[in-house]
Nanobody, 121 residues
């Protein structure tokens, strides 16, 4: 079974930077996209950024201009560079590898366990 693991979280002051990394244990057949999501206490999980295997990127409005997603398909990794961090960025960050499964090509996500990012003021 494929395992996904994030790393790079931690505690930073507002205005600082962190780089999150995520790796799958092996390559995934029919991989469609990779992404980063976050969930703050008491809130719904939300999309931060995604990147397709073709290189198309999508960012949440809150991340645009501050965060950069990148991937290495050959190494089964996806990174999130976070700059100019704000206290409202505090959350558990999860990475996901999305595949298209079955003849109908329905989406299925492989999720990491999450890594805590805390931004202090």
């Amino acid at each position: 079974q494929v395992q996904v693991m994030e790393s790079g979280g931690g505690l930073v002051q507002a205005g600082g930077s962190l780089r999150l990394s995520c790796a799958a244990s092996r390559s995934l057949f029919n991989l469609f996209a990779m992404g980063w999501y976050r969930q703050a206490p008491g809130k719904q999980r939300e999309l931060v950024a995604t990147i397709s295997t073709g290189g198309s990127v999508n960012y949440a409005d809150s991340a645009k201009g501050r965060f950069t997603i990148s991937s290495d398909n050959a190494k089964n990794t996806v990174d999130l560079q976070m700059n100019s961090l704000k206290p409202e960025d505090t959350a558990v960050y999860y990475c996901k590898f999305t595949v298209l499964r079955g003849v109908s090509r329905n989406e299925y996500g492989y999720w990491g366990q999450g890594t805590q990012v805390t931004v202090s003021s």
